[in-house]
DNA sequence: ATGCACCTTGTAGTAACTACAAGGTCAAGC
DNA sequence: GCTTGACCTTGTAGTTACTACAAGGTGCAT
């Protein structure tokens, strides 16, 4: 598959996808013989996990140690552990985080389904006590 | 209390607090007689809303849209439904997406506590179709 | 043989910060 | 009373993660 055709399956522009290639994220694929990338569905999937994380707020340093996980297969047990450990935290933050925001506005639209405007305890959904 | 503090509690730096104020996203707030910002708790609420949701990926935009809902409290049903769901609909996703990430790093640290690195599919919890 | 998708390198724009400089005010501590 | 640190302003410039476009070239289908 061809750059465009990724580009158009992924939703991730074709320059995007060269951008990642650039910022070694994503592999330089084999080149067809008219030197053309050669994409297939591993690159795909690859990509996809990329614009996934990224739109969940990972940054590319981030997720580039995700990858790393999946790639150094031959890598220490206490390595993967301890960084999957963190990154599981942040995970259940972000998902917590979320949650609180699901049910407020699912709070929101069910109050406007009986026409009681109600009060909007939005922010309140993510305000918790701060901790970086 | 004074930026500086704000900036302490929330985790925010000083210069993008006054930075979101400059963005209209959050109010600038009253000063004190010497013309030092004064934020009270709300502002704090606030702030960590923004800090919060910037962290899961929401751009200005959307947190603006999200901060609407709560500000704009003689607002029309309709408009605040139609806003509402959509958002849902992108926290659902993004819950979704977490999810299926929290159950792989799970599964990665319960095979190391066995010592039986097993293979990681840590790209596939996130790679399922594409939809934009 | 025309047009489109691809190739390269390079520059520059965007969003959302982050940093720092210059020049000034305010108030607490020595 | 004077220094020090936190604050004020305006302004410029750097960072990350793209995004866009230009110039000049290749491959290939119609």
Redesign the interface.
């Given at each position: 598959m061809r750059i465009g055709q990724l580009a158009r399956?992924?939703?991730v522009k074709s320059e995007t996808i060269r951008f990642y290639e650039r910022e070694g994220i994503l592999a330089a694929p084999p080149r067809t013989q008219a030197n053309y990338r050669d994409y297939g569905p591993a690159e795909?999937?690859?990509l996809?996990?990329i614009?996934?994380?990224?739109?969940?707020?990972f940054s590319m340093a981030r997720i580039r140690e995700?990858?790393d996980?999946?790639d150094d297969?031959d890598?220490s047990?206490?390595g993967?552990?301890a960084l999957?450990?963190s990154?599981?935290g942040e995970?259940?933050r972000?998902?917590a985080?979320?949650?609180a925001?699901?049910t407020e506005?699912?709070r929101?639209?069910a109050a406007?389904?009986q026409?009681t405007?109600g009060?909007?305890r939005?922010?309140?959904?993510?305000?918790?006590t701060?901790?970086?």
């Open positions: 399956i992924t939703g795909e999937a690859r996809n996990f614009r996934r994380a990224r739109d969940l707020g995700l990858l996980l999946s297969a890598r047990c206490a993967i552990d999957a450990r990154h599981l995970v259940e972000k998902i985080s979320l949650e925001l699901r506005l699912g929101m639209i406007c389904e026409d405007v009060d909007c939005i922010i309140d959904a993510l305000a918790g701060a901790e970086p």
